[in-house]
T-cell receptor, first 114, second 115 residues
Framework: AQSVSQHNHHVILSEAASLELGCNYS??????LFWYVQYPGQHLQLLLK??????LVKGIKGFEAEFIKSKFSFNLRKPSVQWSDTAEYFC????????????FGAGTRLAVHP | SAVISQKPSRDICQRGTSLTIQCQVD?????MFWYRQQPGQSLTLIAT?????????ESGFVIDKFPISRPNLTFSTLTVSNMSPEDSSIYLC????????????FGQGTRLTVV
Protein backbone atom coordinates (compact mmCIF):
# COMPACT_ATOMS: atom_id res chain seq x y z
CA ALA A 1 0.00 0.00 0.00
CA GLN A 2 1.10 3.52 -0.63
CA SER A 3 2.13 5.78 2.21
CA VAL A 4 3.43 9.31 2.58
CA SER A 5 5.82 10.59 5.23
CA GLN A 6 6.30 14.21 6.12
CA HIS A 7 9.33 14.69 8.31
CA ASN A 8 8.50 17.95 9.99
CA HIS A 9 5.32 18.25 12.00
CA HIS A 10 5.86 21.79 13.20
CA VAL A 11 8.12 24.41 11.66
CA ILE A 12 8.65 27.92 12.98
CA LEU A 13 10.42 30.48 10.81
CA SER A 14 11.00 34.18 10.69
CA GLU A 15 9.92 36.17 7.65
CA ALA A 16 12.42 36.02 4.76
CA ALA A 17 13.82 32.70 5.93
CA SER A 18 14.02 29.87 3.45
CA LEU A 19 11.69 26.91 3.71
CA GLU A 20 12.08 23.27 2.84
CA LEU A 21 9.50 20.69 3.86
CA GLY A 22 10.35 17.06 3.36
CA CYS A 23 8.04 14.48 1.80
CA ASN A 24 8.78 10.85 1.00
CA TYR A 25 6.41 8.27 -0.39
CA SER A 26 6.43 4.54 -0.73
CA UNK A 27 5.22 3.03 -3.96
CA UNK A 28 7.19 1.28 -6.64
CA UNK A 29 5.22 2.41 -9.67
CA UNK A 30 4.42 5.68 -11.37
CA UNK A 31 2.84 8.27 -9.12
CA UNK A 32 1.32 11.71 -9.21
CA LEU A 33 2.50 14.01 -6.44
CA PHE A 34 0.83 17.00 -4.86
CA TRP A 35 1.31 19.63 -2.23
CA TYR A 36 -1.84 21.10 -0.71
CA VAL A 37 -2.07 24.02 1.69
CA GLN A 38 -4.73 24.75 4.29
CA TYR A 39 -4.74 28.32 5.56
CA PRO A 40 -6.39 28.91 8.92
CA GLY A 41 -10.14 28.56 8.58
CA GLN A 42 -10.00 27.80 4.86
CA HIS A 43 -10.35 24.73 2.71
CA LEU A 44 -7.54 22.76 1.15
CA GLN A 45 -5.99 24.36 -1.90
CA LEU A 46 -3.55 22.94 -4.40
CA LEU A 47 -0.08 24.50 -4.26
CA LEU A 48 1.51 22.46 -7.00
CA LYS A 49 1.47 19.08 -8.66
CA UNK A 50 3.74 16.74 -10.54
CA UNK A 51 2.48 14.30 -13.15
CA UNK A 52 5.41 13.91 -15.54
CA UNK A 53 8.17 15.82 -17.28
CA UNK A 54 10.42 18.37 -15.60
CA UNK A 55 10.93 17.14 -12.02
CA LEU A 56 11.17 20.71 -10.76
CA VAL A 57 7.66 22.09 -10.59
CA LYS A 58 6.61 25.60 -9.74
CA GLY A 59 3.39 26.39 -7.98
CA ILE A 60 1.52 29.36 -6.71
CA LYS A 61 2.85 31.98 -4.32
CA GLY A 62 6.50 31.29 -5.11
CA PHE A 63 6.52 27.67 -4.01
CA GLU A 64 8.34 24.95 -5.88
CA ALA A 65 8.97 21.25 -5.40
CA GLU A 66 11.46 18.80 -6.80
CA PHE A 67 10.64 15.19 -7.58
CA ILE A 68 13.62 12.93 -7.03
CA LYS A 69 12.55 9.50 -8.19
CA SER A 70 15.58 7.67 -6.81
CA LYS A 71 14.85 9.03 -3.35
CA PHE A 72 11.05 8.74 -3.56
CA SER A 73 10.94 12.34 -2.47
CA PHE A 74 8.97 15.46 -3.36
CA ASN A 75 10.23 18.24 -1.11
CA LEU A 76 8.56 21.62 -1.04
CA ARG A 77 10.67 24.79 -1.08
CA LYS A 78 10.29 28.52 -0.91
CA PRO A 79 13.30 30.84 -0.86
CA SER A 80 11.76 33.53 1.34
CA VAL A 81 8.65 32.95 3.41
CA GLN A 82 6.11 35.55 4.41
CA TRP A 83 3.82 35.81 7.41
CA SER A 84 0.93 34.96 5.09
CA ASP A 85 2.47 31.53 4.45
CA THR A 86 1.42 30.48 7.94
CA ALA A 87 -0.66 27.39 7.24
CA GLU A 88 -0.67 23.62 7.26
CA TYR A 89 0.97 21.89 4.32
CA PHE A 90 0.08 18.42 3.14
CA CYS A 91 1.98 16.22 0.74
CA UNK A 92 -0.16 13.71 -1.15
CA UNK A 93 0.38 10.94 -3.68
CA UNK A 94 -1.85 9.03 -6.04
CA UNK A 95 -1.07 6.15 -8.33
CA UNK A 96 -0.76 7.47 -11.86
CA UNK A 97 -3.69 6.99 -14.18
CA UNK A 98 -7.39 6.79 -13.67
CA UNK A 99 -9.29 8.19 -10.76
CA UNK A 100 -7.01 6.96 -8.07
CA UNK A 101 -7.43 8.20 -4.56
CA UNK A 102 -5.10 10.61 -2.81
CA UNK A 103 -3.04 9.40 0.13
CA PHE A 104 -2.01 12.24 2.41
CA GLY A 105 0.94 12.75 4.67
CA ALA A 106 0.46 13.81 8.28
CA GLY A 107 0.90 17.47 7.45
CA THR A 108 3.36 20.15 8.52
CA ARG A 109 2.17 23.11 10.49
CA LEU A 110 4.19 26.19 9.51
CA ALA A 111 4.23 29.33 11.61
CA VAL A 112 5.98 32.39 10.21
CA HIS A 113 6.78 35.16 12.63
CA PRO A 114 7.10 38.77 11.44
CA SER B 1 -11.95 23.23 -11.76
CA ALA B 2 -14.86 22.45 -9.48
CA VAL B 3 -16.67 24.35 -6.76
CA ILE B 4 -17.91 22.22 -3.91
CA SER B 5 -20.53 23.15 -1.35
CA GLN B 6 -20.91 21.16 1.83
CA LYS B 7 -23.77 21.33 4.27
CA PRO B 8 -23.83 21.74 7.18
CA SER B 9 -20.58 23.60 7.75
CA ARG B 10 -20.63 22.58 11.39
CA ASP B 11 -22.85 20.80 13.85
CA ILE B 12 -22.95 19.67 17.43
CA CYS B 13 -24.72 16.34 17.87
CA GLN B 14 -25.72 14.08 20.68
CA ARG B 15 -24.09 10.67 20.91
CA GLY B 16 -26.17 7.89 19.45
CA THR B 17 -27.72 10.10 16.77
CA SER B 18 -26.87 10.32 13.06
CA LEU B 19 -25.88 13.21 10.84
CA THR B 20 -26.09 13.39 7.08
CA ILE B 21 -23.61 15.64 5.29
CA GLN B 22 -24.39 16.87 1.79
CA CYS B 23 -21.90 17.60 -0.96
CA GLN B 24 -22.96 19.53 -4.06
CA VAL B 25 -20.63 20.12 -7.01
CA ASP B 26 -21.11 22.78 -9.67
CA UNK B 27 -20.27 20.37 -12.50
CA UNK B 28 -20.70 16.70 -13.29
CA UNK B 29 -17.93 14.54 -11.88
CA UNK B 30 -17.42 10.82 -11.99
CA UNK B 31 -15.50 10.32 -8.80
CA MET B 32 -16.31 11.76 -5.40
CA PHE B 33 -14.38 11.03 -2.24
CA TRP B 34 -15.14 11.43 1.43
CA TYR B 35 -12.31 12.15 3.88
CA ARG B 36 -12.07 12.52 7.63
CA GLN B 37 -9.64 14.88 9.34
CA GLN B 38 -9.48 14.18 13.03
CA PRO B 39 -8.21 16.94 15.33
CA GLY B 40 -4.53 17.59 14.72
CA GLN B 41 -4.25 14.83 12.14
CA SER B 42 -4.09 14.42 8.40
CA LEU B 43 -6.84 13.47 6.00
CA THR B 44 -7.93 9.86 5.92
CA LEU B 45 -9.98 8.55 3.04
CA ILE B 46 -13.28 7.02 4.15
CA ALA B 47 -14.69 5.91 0.82
CA THR B 48 -14.92 6.56 -2.90
CA UNK B 49 -18.40 7.21 -4.25
CA UNK B 50 -19.27 6.42 -7.84
CA UNK B 51 -22.59 7.30 -9.37
CA UNK B 52 -24.76 4.27 -9.88
CA UNK B 53 -22.73 1.83 -7.82
CA UNK B 54 -21.91 0.99 -4.23
CA UNK B 55 -19.29 3.10 -2.55
CA UNK B 56 -15.86 1.58 -2.02
CA UNK B 57 -14.75 1.78 1.61
CA GLU B 58 -11.22 1.96 2.92
CA SER B 59 -9.89 -0.34 5.59
CA GLY B 60 -11.36 0.57 8.96
CA PHE B 61 -14.54 2.12 7.56
CA VAL B 62 -17.80 0.24 7.03
CA ILE B 63 -21.03 1.00 5.27
CA ASP B 64 -23.18 0.55 8.37
CA LYS B 65 -21.31 3.33 10.13
CA PHE B 66 -20.78 5.63 7.12
CA PRO B 67 -23.51 5.01 4.54
CA ILE B 68 -23.01 6.99 1.35
CA SER B 69 -25.43 7.93 -1.37
CA ARG B 70 -24.52 9.09 -4.88
CA PRO B 71 -27.77 9.64 -6.74
CA ASN B 72 -26.30 11.68 -9.62
CA LEU B 73 -23.09 13.15 -10.98
CA THR B 74 -23.22 16.36 -8.94
CA PHE B 75 -24.33 15.24 -5.49
CA SER B 76 -23.42 12.88 -2.69
CA THR B 77 -24.22 12.40 0.98
CA LEU B 78 -22.27 10.86 3.82
CA THR B 79 -24.08 9.80 6.97
CA VAL B 80 -22.25 9.36 10.25
CA SER B 81 -24.38 6.87 12.14
CA ASN B 82 -24.78 6.15 15.83
CA MET B 83 -22.24 8.82 16.67
CA SER B 84 -19.80 8.76 19.54
CA PRO B 85 -17.34 11.46 20.67
CA GLU B 86 -14.62 9.65 18.69
CA ASP B 87 -16.47 10.67 15.51
CA SER B 88 -15.76 14.33 16.23
CA SER B 89 -13.83 15.39 13.13
CA ILE B 90 -13.91 17.47 10.03
CA TYR B 91 -15.50 15.56 7.17
CA LEU B 92 -14.49 16.64 3.68
CA CYS B 93 -15.93 15.97 0.27
CA UNK B 94 -13.52 15.87 -2.64
CA UNK B 95 -13.86 15.45 -6.40
CA UNK B 96 -11.59 14.75 -9.34
CA UNK B 97 -13.34 16.25 -12.34
CA UNK B 98 -11.01 15.04 -15.07
CA UNK B 99 -10.55 11.70 -16.69
CA UNK B 100 -6.88 11.15 -15.99
CA UNK B 101 -4.25 12.48 -13.64
CA UNK B 102 -6.04 15.56 -12.51
CA UNK B 103 -5.98 17.34 -9.21
CA UNK B 104 -8.58 16.88 -6.53
CA UNK B 105 -10.75 19.70 -5.27
CA PHE B 106 -12.06 19.93 -1.75
CA GLY B 107 -15.07 21.37 -0.05
CA GLN B 108 -14.74 23.51 3.05
CA GLY B 109 -15.63 20.59 5.23
CA THR B 110 -18.16 19.85 7.94
CA ARG B 111 -16.90 20.28 11.48
CA LEU B 112 -18.70 17.73 13.62
CA THR B 113 -18.64 17.70 17.40
CA VAL B 114 -20.29 14.82 19.21
CA VAL B 115 -21.20 15.40 22.85
Amino acid sequence: AQSVSQHNHHVILSEAASLELGCNYSYGGTVNLFWYVQYPGQHLQLLLKYFSGDPLVKGIKGFEAEFIKSKFSFNLRKPSVQWSDTAEYFCAVSVSGGYNKLIFGAGTRLAVHP
Amino acid sequence: SAVISQKPSRDICQRGTSLTIQCQVDSQVTMMFWYRQQPGQSLTLIATANQGSEATYESGFVIDKFPISRPNLTFSTLTVSNMSPEDSSIYLCSVKPGLLNTEAFFGQGTRLTVV
